[in-house]
């Protein structure tokens, strides 16, 4: 066992020190008892020697039982107080605690991922190019190769982008380029390259309600990046052959898009989750499906940046609708 497996970890430390100082505690609450108790005896056995006189005992007696009363009632309200905080501390601690164990938890699955999610392309396109080198083979074949090749390359380019895009998130530098543009032609475009690229990943169809000539001040890269990742999301949680359906309307003073697919679906206690950086459901060890868990944050963070929301709703009967709306 090595050196760091040995050490205790920090929160049996912290449960150690809440324990000790709960003990403490009640052991300064029995001596404040205790103490009070015993002056108050031996006041009274001065009162005796000073005087025979019964009444005046008597009186003497009940106004030592006031103020011993008085001053178990003031240990009562300090004692309480304390303890109210203390146990405040100690959850508020452990919330800590436990955020921090399920962050640490989520870093370690994402170095897992980003570990396969690397190397999956680099060496499917690895593979492809020393094929070309190797063998002799007719164009019709070479083409396809170089086209399986680029989707890989292309592939590896999204996951370092989002890799790029959410570090600039997380320490604010990143900068929306926002300008006015055709908005329906933006999203219809890249839906169809998209379409393209992720066939050679899974067969599927795509289908575009998409209104002709709205017109939104957008960051063009920044919503190319918000398409990428939810169509990949969708393509990666359906089953065989999934139907994709995009739809993008106007109404009123809102734009509504929507990414609308056949899979699983998305628990309600899970829908809030799955905007959060590293945040995947399952273990990463035994998840069927790969991923960084970076999309969905970074999906989050560019709509608020252009004042809009994004909120998942159940398709019917199976699948999910990533709902997203902008105010123009």
Not at 24 to 46: A, D, G, P, T
Not at 208 to 227: H, N, Q, V, Y
Not at 249 to 259: F, T
Not at 286 to 293: A, E, P, V
């Amino acid at each position: 066992m090595t050196q760091l497996q040995k050490r205790p970890r920090p929160l049996f430390l912290f449960y150690l020190l809440v324990v000790y100082v709960f003990i403490q505690f009640s052991w300064w609450s029995y001596l404040m008892v205790k103490l009070n108790n015993e002056v108050l005896e031996q006041r009274l056995q001065i009162i005796e020697l000073q005087t025979s006189d019964t009444g005046e005992i008597e009186s003497a007696q009940n106004e030592l039982h006031a103020k011993l009363k008085k001053r178990w009632l003031m240990i009562a309200g300090e004692g309480t107080v304390f303890l109210v905080l203390l146990i405040s501390g100690f959850l508020q601690t452990r919330k800590t605690f436990k955020k921090e164990a399920e962050l640490g938890l989520r870093q370690k699955n994402f170095l897992l991922s980003i570990t396969h999610e690397l190397k999956s392309p680099i060496a499917s396109a690895k593979l492809q190019l020393e094929t070309l080198l190797k063998r002799d083979l007719p164009k019709e074949k070479q083409n396809e190769i170089i086209h399986n090749a680029l989707a890989d390359t292309e592939r590896l380019n999204a996951l370092v982008e989002n890799v790029l895009i959410a570090v600039r998130l997380e320490d604010n530098s990143f900068r929306l380029l926002k300008q006015v543009s055709n908005f329906s032609e933006l999203v219809e475009s890249e839906m169809n390259k998209l379409a393209t690229l992720f066939q050679q990943q899974k067969q599927h169809r795509l289908s575009l309600l998409i209104e002709k000539g709205i017109e939104f001040e957008a960051d063009r890269f920044a919503f190319i990046s918000i398409l990428t990742n939810l169509y990949e999301n969708a393509i990666k949680y359906s089953p065989n052959f999934p139907q994709i359906t995009c739809i993008l309307k106007k109404y009123e003073h809102k734009i509504l898009l929507q990414i609308t697919d056949e899979g699983s679906g998305i628990a309600e206690a899970e829908k809030q989750l799955i905007f959060d950086k590293f945040y995947r459901i399952g273990n990463e060890e035994t998840r069927k499906n790969k991923g960084t868990g970076l999309g969905l944050y970074i999906v989050k963070k560019l709509v608020v940046a252009h004042h809009g929301t994004i909120e998942v709703k159940k398709n019917s009967p199976k699948g999910s609708i990533f709902e997203i709306v902008l105010i123009t």
